[in-house]
């Protein structure tokens, strides 16, 4: 059975890691005080990562030496960071898409607004930026079937 650390723990570190960016989210901070949330956030994140890490190390250990609990993991270290690697590349090149179509759509539409010859150029622009999520989903997959 589960301890309620083991529960507990897991909602605080996301609650930690979302609430640099509430008053962003409401639209209510500068630009650079959005900048020093963000850059909060993904040190928290890569914070909580690395205490996940080393308690994983330091907690198999332990759960190896009770017996009952040792019968319910599953899988390797390396197993789990290739699913965290996975998740990684999805989600970034995800992000990294969604910034390129943000910044493409809006010129392709006013190029195709002022000439209607525009509109092949313009859309292989904004597939091009697309194209970089469906690359990190490919490399994900990749690495989840090298994994499992």
Do not use: W
């Given at each position: 059975?589960?301890?309620?650390?083991?529960?507990?723990?897991?909602?605080?570190l996301?609650?930690?890691?979302?609430?640099?960016?509430?008053?962003?989210?409401?639209?209510?901070?500068?630009?650079?005080?959005?900048?020093?949330?963000?850059?909060?956030?993904?040190?928290?994140?890569?914070?909580?990562?690395?205490?996940?890490?080393?308690?994983?190390?330091?907690?198999?250990?332990?759960?190896?030496?009770?017996?009952?609990?040792?019968?319910?993991?599953?899988?390797?270290?390396?197993?789990?960071?290739?699913?965290?690697?996975?998740?990684l590349?999805?989600?970034?090149?995800?992000?990294?898409?969604?910034?390129?179509?943000?910044?493409a759509?809006?010129?392709?539409?006013?190029?195709?607004?002022?000439?209607?010859?525009?509109?092949?150029?313009?859309?292989?622009?904004?597939?091009?930026?697309?194209?970089?999520?469906?690359?990190?989903?490919?490399?994900?997959?990749?690495?989840?079937?090298?994994?499992?």
């Open positions: 059975m589960l301890q309620i650390i083991e529960l507990l723990l897991p909602l605080l996301i609650v930690l890691i979302s609430l640099p960016l509430v008053n962003v989210f409401r639209g209510k901070t500068s630009a650079k005080s959005a900048k020093l949330r963000m850059v909060t956030h993904i040190a928290l994140f890569f914070l909580i990562l690395a205490g996940a890490l080393v308690y994983n190390i330091n907690g198999a250990t332990v759960l190896a030496a009770e017996g009952e609990s040792a019968d319910l993991m599953s899988g390797t270290l390396a197993q789990g960071l290739g699913f965290i690697a996975a998740a590349a999805t989600g970034m090149s995800a992000l990294g898409a969604g910034i390129a179509v943000a910044a759509a809006p010129a392709a539409i006013g190029a195709f607004s002022e000439n209607d010859k525009n509109f092949g150029k313009s859309l292989i622009f904004v597939a091009l930026g697309e194209g970089v999520a469906i690359y990190g989903l490919i490399i994900s997959i990749l690495i989840i079937m090298i994994k499992l």
